[in-house]
């Protein structure tokens, strides 16, 4: 019985986390230099942000060098980024 009560408290704990941020559009790095919108993602991936390398990631894209970088962001965070400008939830 005890050991029920446990499977249930961490059953109950699990469904308290919340779900991944999932990546909807992909931002490229030459998109920096033209004004081409992100593109929707068809895929299930994590948005880079989540990631624990999104410090070092957000730099090189940021500043531009790797030009072969390309941030896989949710609306959410791109909006916190200040790309959402870029961003239409209607494309």
């Known amino acids: 019985m ?21 990546a909807e559009f992909i931002f490229y790095a030459q998109a920096q230099r033209d004004s081409c919108k992100p593109v929707k993602v068809f895929g299930d991936y994590a948005c880079d942000f ?15 060098l790797n030009p072969y970088l390309h941030l ?5 965070h791109a909006r916190e980024l200040g790309l959402s400008a870029s961003v239409d939830p209607r494309d």
Do not use: M, V
């Open 2 to 22: 005890n050991k029920r009560t446990q499977t249930g408290a961490a059953s109950s704990k699990d469904a308290a986390l919340p779900s991944p941020c999932k």
């Open 50 to 64: 989540t990631k624990p390398d999104w410090e070092h990631r957000w730099k090189e894209w940021n500043s531009r």
């Open 72 to 76: 896989f962001l949710c609306a959410e």
